[in-house]
């Protein structure tokens, strides 16, 4: 392997250490272990915000009273800062999974929202017209017009917010936990095995490449009118 | 009220209400009815209120004052039985051709199968069986303009609305619609208000043309075609009426730039 060098294997190990270490945590299934239990407190807190997030989204941006009511509290809670509310998460939730799942919950749910929000009321006036016109009522609209009009919008709130799952999942086990990716980086640390440390940050940082490629690739299946506009922009 | 008029308004003026200071009225006082299977036009300068006034006939709008009927009934909201055409098409992208074309019959609670029936009917009479699963982005522009008038004929309307529908097309384009629109109306004997500026297409699709004049629209001149179908745009006739109305048409024309840049 190519070495730039001597430097303190524990300030920067050589790309050789890390491989044979990412290698062997590979095999024995450590990083696996870690990874897993990572992805699924981010799936779940995630998901909680999809559906909650989504559905709020929906009824404030169509509902004029939704919008009067929820407005000034979204706008209300939406400064908070994620990582602040942890220390609250454990008093409240304790270290095991459910101060994570809020964590998660609370950083990915206004992404989806605010998107939510935005799509729905972008929807072009246009379309409400003709299907206004071709007999369609309030609750017709928002379903087969105003839902799928957003639904790119939706989209999109959702690739920002499983980007910031994936930092706050890290932030979140570093302060409690037992295991996960996030844990790994920071007990790692503690005992000087930096190539684990630089293990767990690629581990994290190519499962979440993975994850935004398959919401890009989902895009381009789902919305194929979109992807034809970028290219005739193009 | 009126009894044989398909449609029928009655002293409608339309108001915008911006601030108590810009008040613009958009059209004033207009009196208009369109017997059964007219196919009628609307001429004016660009920014005085037809396609406004369309608006209304078709429901989406409400104007300050005056009545519209369709077949004496007053009209209140947009429905099914007022079909309308835009400029922009307005197609669902999300959805395919043969989709968008159903759009009206899903709202109407059709089961599947008829719903795909006579959607593709409508398609055919408009010339683009074969074209059921492709998306409104894979077509051209008139062939978007196409599905937008199969699907305004689905719910078998009684009065057809067009808004500019061949104004975003170029020259060939718009003339092979154009005839093709004639060719559909002239089978289907829709009741049809068409909104344009351009005084040629206007001669050639209607029966009568209603020359509006600038802001706040009212109706300048009425004229009859009376010109026999399928009309040739290089006929004598044609051409000595387009020349006549475009001659009005322009009379209109300077006032109306002074009120755009005065507002």
Not at chain 1, 175 to 181: D, E, F, H, I, K
Not at chain 2, 104 to 131: D, M, Q, S, Y
Request: proline share 5%.
């Amino acid at each position: 392997m190519v070495r730039f060098g001597e430097a303190d294997p524990i300030i920067l190990p050589s790309p050789s250490t890390i491989a044979v270490t990412f290698v062997a945590m590979l095999i024995s299934g450590e990083l696996a272990f870690h990874a897993v239990n990572s992805i699924a407190r981010l799936a779940i807190g995630y998901s909680l915000a999809a559906v909650t997030g989504i559905t709020l989204g929906l009824l404030v941006g169509w509902f004029r009273v939704a919008n009067d009511f929820f407005t000034p509290l979204i706008e209300l809670t939406r400064p908070i800062s994620p990582i602040a509310l942890i220390p609250l998460a454990i008093l409240w939730f304790g270290i095991g999974l459910g101060s994570k799942v809020f964590v998660i919950t609370m950083a990915t749910f206004f992404p989806i929202l605010l998107n939510t929000i935005a799509g729905v009321k972008n929807t072009d006036q246009l379309m409400i017209r003709a299907a206004r016109s071709l007999g369609a009522g309030h609750i017709r609209l928002l379903l087969t017009v105003s839902i799928p009009s957003a639904a790119p919008f939706i989209h999109t709130g959702l690739r920002i917010a499983l980007s910031i799952g994936f930092i706050v999942i890290i932030a979140s086990e570093m302060v409690a936990a037992q295991n996960g990716l996030g844990w790994l980086i920071l007990d790692s640390e503690r005992v000087y095995r930096t190539d684990i440390v630089f293990v767990g940050i690629i581990a994290i940082s190519c499962l979440g490449f993975v994850a935004d490629y398959g919401m890009r690739v989902l895009g381009r299946v789902l919305f194929p009118w979109i992807h034809a506009k970028e290219q005739q922009n193009a | 009220m009126p009894s044989r008029a398909k449609i029928e308004i009655c002293n409608v003026s339309k108001v915008f209400d911006g601030s108590q200071r810009s008040r613009t009225a958009v059209f004033d006082n207009v009196n208009l009815s369109l017997s059964d299977g007219e196919f009628v036009s609307l001429v004016g300068p660009s920014g005085c209120g037809k396609s406004t006034l369309l608006l209304c006939v078709a429901g989406l709008e409400t104007q300050s004052q005056g009545k519209i009927f369709l077949e004496g009934k007053l009209i209140t909201k947009p429905g099914p039985e007022l079909a309308i055409v835009f400029q922009e098409y307005a197609l669902f992208p999300w959805r395919s051709v043969i989709r968008n074309v159903e759009y009206g019959l899903e709202v109407a609670g059709i089961p599947a199968g008829e719903r795909a029936e006579r959607a593709r009917e409508k398609l055919a009479l408009v010339g683009l069986i074969g074209f059921e699963d492709y998306w409104p982005h894979e077509l051209s522009g008139g062939m978007r303009q196409r599905v937008a008038i199969a699907r305004a004929l689905v719910t078998e309307p009684k009065v057809l609305l067009l808004d500019e529908p061949f104004g975003a097309l170029d020259a060939l384009t718009r003339s092979s619609l154009q005839k093709e629109l004639s060719r559909i109306c002239q089978a289907t004997k829709k009741t049809v208000l068409f909104v344009t500026h351009s005084i040629s297409e206007a001669i050639y699709l209607s029966d009568r043309i209603i020359l509006l004049s600038k802001r706040p629209a009212s109706i300048r001149l009425e004229v009859e075609t009376k010109l026999p179908r399928p009309r040739d745009p290089y006929d004598l006739k044609f051409v000595a009426l387009q020349e006549k109305l475009e001659r009005m048409l322009l009379e209109e024309l300077p006032d109306e730039t002074k009120a755009i840049a005065a507002a």
